[in-house]
């Protein structure tokens, strides 16, 4: 897993304080559509991950560890950009 760059967690940052409509692409090639209000970390293999949470499209809660995203695309009209790449 490479390390998300710095510039990465004020995009992430503002995804969370305007609530912005997102679809996530995750390294496995899944597609996650929500909206995500805060930050946080979880636990996975007794490791500790820096993570999103949010909502999904039918309301129910979500955690995304934010080095399993590969990009997130935002759906939000008039949002201050559109699409971020996390991996390189």
Do not use: W
Request: glycine share 4%.
């Amino acid at each position: 897993m490479e390390p998300i760059k710095c510039e990465i967690y004020d995009y992430i940052e503002i995804i969370c304080l305007y609530r912005y409509r997102v679809k996530l692409t995750l390294i496995d090639g899944t597609h996650l559509q929500g909206q995500f209000d805060r930050t946080l970390y979880v636990s996975r293999n007794q490791q500790k991950h820096e993570a999103i949470a949010g909502m999904n499209q039918q309301q129910q809660a979500i955690e995304v560890i934010l080095t399993d995203i590969i990009s997130i695309d935002v759906l939000t009209k008039n949002a201050s950009f559109n699409h971020l790449s996390l991996i390189q």
